[in-house]
């Protein structure tokens, strides 16, 4: 069973970067055909991809957030890590990671504020 595992700070001053980190179980982030995204929900709102990293390492980016984001991976802990600069209070969210097979993570909240 694959299980993830969101973590990172829960507040975050508005230009700062923000930087979620995931963990991989039962499964390594570099098996043939996973790919491993991020996805957040504002309130109210509904879920907006924003980015992917594949098991090759190729990484995918929304076009709205491609020049805020960036994916990385250590493979040697199983883990990928998301990286959003230039925060605002509109980057409040839950934080989700999944990958394509449908296997989520619980979310970690991110609220935006000074």
């Known amino acids: 069973q694959v299980q993830l595992q969101e973590s990172g700070p829960g507040l975050v001053k508005p230009s700062q970067t923000l930087s979620l980190t995931c963990t991989v179980s039962g499964a390594s982030i570099t098996t043939n055909d996973y790919y491993w995204t991020w996805i957040r929900q504002p309130p109210g709102k509904g879920l907006e991809w924003m980015g992917a990293i594949a098991y090759t390492g190729r990484t995918y980016y929304s076009p709205s957030l491609n020049s805020r984001t960036s994916i990385s991976r250590d493979t040697s802990k199983n883990q990928f890590t998301l990286q959003l600069n230039s925060m605002t209070p509109e980057d409040t969210a839950v934080y989700y990671c999944?990958?394509?097979?449908?296997?989520w993570g619980q979310g970690t909240q991110v609220t935006v504020s000074s």
């Open positions: 999944a990958n394509l097979k449908a296997d």
